[in-house]
């Protein structure tokens, strides 16, 4: 991120006075010649400067030898030639002062190792002269609100984005253009669109940081195949939440077949692809698994209010679809709270054969009394227990007169209460959707589909909340002194120093001395047998468990000493640990994870061989938040149900959780160049407190 | 399931000579009227009887004071009188020798007490006459191919469905008209609807099962809330995979809040919902959880061939989207297996800078060597490794003459492989949607709802393959006697005896009974005090592991009963019992749990707590064939990740969980009437063999 330079580079991307295309060709179909042609054909207000060593003209233009013969200034050039003679095109455009090339050419590190060195020379050019580019491997920028279209993707041929709200940055060109056709085909319009193809030098990050500030925008779709600079992205997306706008991020590569296909595609390695999930919803964006999740999400901002939050009430001329979408509801991000017992007092007032609270059901027979059907939106509206309302009016879209009274009802309510969302869902005419959507009221064909789009909007109120509360409330661990050997008893011990809940354990080498541990540490306490050579302790009678007393624990002593000489003769017997009983409790897994581009990461979730196989862990950036530890551990679906009380049995001790992974992630930022991994598996996490079975301490190999 | 009546009844329901309106009104626009305007409408070619007590004419048509004064015979009666004339009319119906009535009138046992009484007295004329009915609360019916439309649903004013393929069968007469409206404007053809109502004679099992034979018929979708006769509905699935007929089943009431609104809205509690799912891929059916995902698998089925099977290849001019497909197809159902070494060759000859292998990712690069993408088709598909092909081509579509080429390559490799699915992305113009539709290739515009439509019918041939199997190989076991108290051990001695795995144990009163009875079982062998007093039998050291001889078994009688004494003065001490050890296993719960309406059912899933907390189990009806037992148990995602290899650590014993999985069945039929529900929780699966630690029985309560 280079923010001193972002205003003025990236609003060249989209907002140039002058654009120079360098390799420009009087041939309007071909790569050199569409640029020109477009920019034209768009009606481009600011200069265009053709640039071709060999012609006088292009496409009607004056056309120059070179860029530095341009009299005017040039803000952005855009770069077509091929690719062993960018590097000179992009000299001259810095030597003429452009802020700012795309460079569209391929054959970069895409390419092969050539290409490669190729690109690194156009960055040792940047670093030298301060000029930004984009790609190379670009696909080039398209800004209608400026009537500007540099690029040469024929997407653009014919088809003139129209001018709006939702900007498109993606790494790939046809991703980007898959994605602005899908949402020019929706009917919403667009502000900007670039693709970074490569991203050698500005990235996704920096656009989305741009367009946070960007008054044409208000939704920014960005789509990903990798990404480098994990705190540039972190402060993009808090930038964007700190601006009110939503951000839908895609990342392609999430499964296993899709990592590897991505391998191949970009020569980049998949990271951890939850770790990138916690980076996009710490950021309080919204991480989309589809183009058209991408598209239904722009479409609820760019058409509607920002929803306040995930309350909504739907309200349903079926009883079928309502319950539908109490189904599609479920891992939506989407609540549907009960009404309060006032609100269906109130409810069934004004309509009494209305059936069930959320989802109202009021039957088909409410066409005999259409009138009370606003009444009841205003009501559900008023009440202050929804943020949305969702409403299932059958076929009677389909035709505009059909759904002249209904469109009465659906406005006046829309009038009455602008901040809230309003959804239809309808096969909608064109002229009954234009008129919903231009009122602002959301219409869907597909029930489940505006479920879908509402839970992610209205999660995203609370993300982007969450995203800019207090950003860290750590504490301070001491720096761990990492020269011995790392032992399980040593890590234990470095943990314990950070305040991490390691039970007290003591070596004993004679019966007087465990007793007299267990005096300290406090009955019932666990004896093992303490021995280099002995790793199944049970097979050698070597475990006595639950002592009450001293007395029991100076005979378990003889013992668990004398069956594990009898059953195991030519081990070094040193003693016993004593230790406290461990109790009863969930295993949890807790530990510290290194990401190569997100850095230290914190991890929870079911602990054992389950953890492990199933892969159900939460993950959190370091240093992490106590409110950020308590989300990690909220109930939902997933491992932290092992925490909730269950048939009688009492919850586990949350906060003794929260306390630990804050403890963890002090010691993460104490320690966070010489450890590159922590794993506590079990930490027993009881009914009250909790306890550090195992850990293990990985140190950062030099 | 009425099996003999099907044919003339059903028939009659969409394909009746005559039709009576029973409650007909000269007003089109009332109730009574629309049905006999929309048969006029249509230009339906059978009789139209108005039946009306007030009026010698209806819309033009002789109108009858009652039906029996209808001349000619009467196929099919609709009635729309008020509800407490509906049993006269009905009465009158079956006289005049009517095959079907279409109850639409409500207020029957949707509404009351007294509305259930008034459906009960319409079954009666049902029982005595053998009329058949649908409804009450129906919705009514309509048959493109007939003309034919009996329905007071508005959804058909202005709108006549097109004939074509794809049958619509749903109890809420909303759904389904929500459902059809969404088929025709995704431009497919209707061959029937039926909305069913309250089920109380014909339900959509019965239709589906006619469906099945019905030649205008391709692809069924079905809608339900719920389902009283699950053998009916096993039966009618069967029919209609036996037939080659896909069936997509919709039933709401999936999630926690949606069974809530169900029941709210049709008053039935609903099941488990994993049981009825289990029940629809026993039938070979899918299941789909929202409308959209309905209608795209019924257009893949009505558009294109059906795939033969679930492997697909996908070729993308953008390796970002390719690799968005191999995300989107995780879960899906749809394989994307690499090519083949040898395939990949020929492949790489035809377009040397093609990238990948699946996704095949031609890169843009390729429109300078346009003519090679049909060869690569055909290379793929003629390879026979995959049943489908996925075309990802931008945005070429949006332009007839730009997709020109595209078109002619598509169309030539449609020609020469006509049982193969060929599946084109992009936002098609219409007239390039229409060319490529009626070729028989399948357009989307959103790449990832291609690849889970693909995904679902891909599933459907292996699924409706199974559920023509082999329908039993079960095995007998013999009948258990109940009459004793069902403790754990008489629980395991009974499933023993059916064959599961329970290791022999022994009760002895003395250390050399314990030492006899641990030769006969082989060592090593575990001790457990035996004591109806003691319940944690850790805790008086009532435990010993892994005795290895006769010594070590006579030593550690005298001091496990010592220590019992000891710790437990007041217990009474009855010896101990000798088991082989358990050994390290995978912890699995398998049961037998009976449902109400799908009968008994054998569940198999994670052991232990987690098991329950996280519900993640697998169903299969009784009795359970070795192959359905086999894919009960088969890898993939959830519990069965136990049965894996796992960090050297060798796979678990499958075969031992599916021959307990066999006998359990046995043990289901032999005791139906008497056993209700049965736990073995767990039983531990080992490396070789498994073993049941703790079993159950739940005796039928009288």
Redesign the interface.
């Known amino acids: 991120m280079k923010d001193d330079l972002t205003g003025s580079a990236i609003a060249a991307i989209f907002s140039p006075r002058s654009v120079a295309v360098i390799g420009a060709s009087s041939n309007p179909t071909k790569l050199g010649g569409r640029p020109v042609a477009f920019l034209k054909d768009y009606g481009f207000k600011g200069e265009i400067y053709p640039v071709n060593a060999g012609q006088a003209e292009v496409q009607g233009l004056v056309s120059y030898k070179d860029v530095r013969d341009i009299p005017g200034p040039v803000d952005q050039a855009v770069i077509v030639v091929p690719s062993q003679h960018v590097e000179e095109a992009l000299r001259g455009c810095a030597e003429k002062g452009v802020k700012v090339a795309q460079v569209l050419s391929s054959g970069f590190a895409e390419a092969d190792e050539a290409g490669r060195a190729r690109q690194e020379r156009l960055m040792e050019i940047v670093r030298e002269t301060g000029i930004r580019i984009t790609g190379p491997n670009a696909l080039g920028s398209v800004s209608p609100p400026d009537r500007f279209c540099a690029t040469f993707s024929?997407?653009f041929?014919?088809?003139h984005p129209p001018a709006g709200n939702v900007a498109v940055v993606?790494?790939?060109?046809?991703?980007g253009?898959?994605t602005y056709?899908?949402i020019a085909?929706r009917g919403l319009g667009l502000s900007r669109i670039v693709a970074t193809g490569n991203e050698a030098d500005v990235a996704t990050a920096e656009v989305i940081s741009y367009l946070a500030d960007d008054p044409e925008t208000r939704v920014i779709c960005a789509?990903v195949?990798s990404c480098r600079d994990g705190d540039g992205l972190r402060a993009a997306l808090r930038k964007a939440a700190a601006a009110g706008k939503p951000v839908i991020f895609?990342k392609?590569?999430?499964?296993?077949?899709?990592a590897?296909?991505?391998a191949?595609?970009?020569g980049a390695l998949a990271g951890n692809d939850k770790v990138f999930d916690t980076v996009i919803r710490e950021g309080g964006a919204w991480r989309a698994?589809?183009?058209?999740e991408m598209v239904d999400l722009a479409y609820v901002f760019a058409v509607g209010p920002a929803p306040q939050g995930p309350r909504a009430a739907i309200v349903s001329?079926?009883?079928?679809?309502?319950?539908?979408m109490?189904?599609?509801?479920?891992g939506s991000g989407l609540e549907?709270p009960p009404q309060s017992d006032d609100l269906r007092a109130r409810v069934h007032d004004i309509l009494d054969f209305a059936?069930?609270?959320n989802?109202l059901?009021v039957t088909?027979q409410v066409a005999v009394r259409q009138q009370t059907l606003p009444v009841i939106y205003d009501t559900l509206l008023a009440s202050g227990e929804y943020d949305a309302i969702m409403l299932y009016l059958?076929?009677s879209g389909?035709?505009p007169t059909?759904f002249a009274p209904h469109l009465g009802y659906v406005l006046e309510v829309r009038a009455k209460h602008p901040d809230k969302v309003i959804g239809v869902i309808t096969?909608a005419h064109p002229e009954v959707q234009k008129a919903l959507e231009e009122a602002g009221v959301l219409v869907f064909?597909?029930?489940?589909?505006l479920v879908r789009a509402l839970g992610a909007a209205g999660s995203l109120a609370g993300l982007r909340a969450a995203a800019l509360g207090v950003a860290s409330d750590a504490g301070t661990a001491p720096r761990a002194d990492l020269s011995q050997p790392l032992t399980e008893a040593r890590a234990k011990r470095l943990l314990a120093d950070a305040g991490l809940p390691v039970p007290a354990e003591a070596e004993c080498g004679d019966a007087e001395a465990a007793a007299r541990a267990a005096d300290g540490i406090g009955y019932p306490v666990a004896m093992k047998i303490l021995s280099p050579d002995i790793a199944h302790k049970?097979?050698v009678g070597g475990i006595a468990?639950?002592l009450k007393d001293a007395e029991a624990v100076r005979t378990a002593f003889t013992r668990i000493t004398d069956s594990a000489r009898r059953l195991a003769p030519d081990a070094r017997i040193d003693g016993v640990i004593v230790a406290p009983m461990a109790g009863e409790g969930a295993e949890i897994i807790l530990g510290l994870h290194n990401d190569p581009v997100f850095g230290p990461m914190i991890l929870a979730g079911?602990g054992g061989?389950?953890a492990?196989?199933?892969g159900d862990v939460s993950f959190a950036s370091v240093p992490v938040s106590r409110e950020a530890a308590e989300r990690m551990v909220a109930p939902g679906d997933g491992w932290t149900?092992?925490l909730?009380a269950?048939r009688g049995r009492p919850a586990r001790d949350r906060a003794a959780l929260v306390e630990a992974i804050c403890r963890l992630s002090d010691f993460a930022v104490a320690n966070a160049d010489q450890v590159d991994g922590v794993e506590m598996n079990p930490i027993l996490v009881r009914s009250e407190g909790a306890a550090v079975l195992d850990a293990l301490i990985v140190p950062r190999s030099a």
Chains 1, 2 share one sequence.
């Not at 698994?289 to 058209?292: D, K, V």
């Open positions: 024929t997407a041929q014919g088809m993606t790494q790939s060109g046809a991703f253009s898959c056709v899908m085909r789509a195949e895609m392609v590569g999430a499964s296993e077949l899709g590897k296909a991505a191949t595609h970009t698994r589809s183009i058209e001329l079926s009883g079928g679809i309502g319950v539908m109490a189904d599609s509801a479920e549907l059936e069930g609270s989802p059901d088909a059958a076929n389909m035709s059909a096969p064909e597909d029930p489940s589909r049970t097979e468990l639950d079911a061989v389950m492990e196989m199933l149900r092992l909730d269950w």
